[in-house]
């Protein structure tokens, strides 16, 4: 049955990455309970940096044990827990829902929260993202997360979900992103912007606003379905190079830009590791794909939205690109 108690209380898995962490502090900003899993407790409370910090509980998502003893008492399960480095998905990513599924049962129908992908459709073919658009993505990546959706669907009732779904993250607190791995430096001057688009428009979405929007959504179970899958608009990059004259602005100056060197990772792709996990994805910066938010502002009168230029511009000064007056930063 679905969990008809009150409780205001979380558990966050994936609280030290930038989606669990950025959920975890907009709720614990609403008075709620919020209990995070981690291997190392210790080290996770100190290298919090969301606030308030939640009740650190040691475990490991990959246990299913742990998992279910952290939800107990729970109402919301966070599941933003993902293998670093985009590697070793086939293995540790449905299992690891599957503990999660475990646990909200355990705690008698808490609802899961994950933060969905587009790489569930085929780049190239689906150009616009609702809650119905067929998931036909073929690649490895892609045909995981489907699985994991999936499995969510078949659990409601007795398990209800929701998923909502946003193109690529930037903002503070994340580093772990295309924007801070691969756009700029993080702790460096912007003295060039790599760009991964190849030709094409991209969807961004900025932490503050999506992890605003999770917050507003969990707070209202009761117009939620009992499987809830919605889009997050965020920023739409029509042309591919909005992201780039933001950050040329945020910066002062006009900084060159150069392109990403997918040629070398697919050179490199066959030895396995990090570029043939990043060659997957490939195809989702050649084709633009929107995602149609109707459903979510139906919900929730409009969507949170930074402007691009002013996102940016928190989001340079967070990695420390930029001084506190918007300049270059002098750090080597």
Known sequence: MTNENTTTTALILGATGGIGGAIGAALRRRGWTVKALARDPAKAAAGWQNGSSPLWIAGDAMNEADVVAAAAGTSVIVHAVNPPGYRNWDRLVLPMIGNSLAAARAAGGARIILPGTVYNFEAGTTTVVDGTTPQSARSRKGAIRTKMERLLEDAAP?????????????????RQSWFAQAMVTPGAPVRRIVNPAIGAGHSWAYLPDLAETFARLIEMPDRLDAFERLQFEGHVDASGTEMIEAVRAAVGRDIPVRAFPWWLMRCLAPFGGFPREVVEVEPYWRHPMRLDNRRLQRLLGNEPHTPLDTAVRHTLEALGCLDQRGTLSQAA
């Open 158 to 174: 007795d398990v209800p979900s929701l998923i909502l779904r946003a193109g690529d993250f930037f903002g503070p607190g994340i």
